[in-house]
């Protein structure tokens, strides 16, 4: 009976330490936060105005994510722009800020530039002659109220006839256009409520 009972006592110590061991490896406490990441990690540009949408994820020690913490969202400068307590950021004038996610006494943070919108957009290389089969790279110049750049956000390319001349975007605000067959074609940039436009003209090759 004795030895039962000994057998018993040191189970339960056994169970008693192993509950000890796991209460101090709690990881929905703040303390086990050992980072706190943010997306997009890199510096973004956002129009006055105009919103961008953050992301921040608590890490441990091991990288992996620590779930339930509350994470607080802060400003630089809420003059130039704010966020929200869900991290979204607007945009209120012109410069630069640092949006911060923090979570207990981590935190991290991304650069924000926020930019006059544009007031014109300006199609470079506009009025090329191409011949058939050929290709050119154009870019669109959004220009500020000021005479600075705007922001150029996202370029909408369009052809006003795809059967002389196609348009397509390869990112930023350059646009492949390519020659399909005589004639002439506007290619228009667009973007932020405003746009431009210039004349493509395609000849037969050997012209």
Known sequence: MRRFRAQMSIGTLGIVALALACKGRDTTSP????????????STNVEV?????LGATPLDADGNPVMGQIVTWTSSDSTIAT????GLVTG???????VSA???????????F???????VTVEQAGATLAVGASLTVYADPTSESGGAGFAGTIVWSSSDSAVATVTRTGGVAAHISAVAPG?????????GVSGS???????AGS
Do not use: E, H, Y
């Not at 209120?92 to 640092?98: K, W």
């Not at 002439?184 to 932020?192: D, F, K, L, N, S």
């Open 114 to 120: 926020i930019q006059p919108p544009p007031a014109s």
């Open 102 to 112: 923090t979570c207990g006494t981590r935190g991290n943070f991304v650069t924000i």
């Open 184 to 192: 002439a074609a506007t290619i228009t940039a667009a973007t932020g």
């Open 31 to 42: 303390s086990a936060v050992a980072s706190v990441t943010v997306t997009p990690s890199a």
């Open 92 to 98: 209120i004038a012109p410069g630069t800020v640092m």
């Open 198 to 204: 210039g004349m493509i003209t395609v000849v037969k």
């Open 49 to 53: 105005g105009g919103t961008q949408q």
């Open 83 to 86: 966020v929200s307590p869900t």
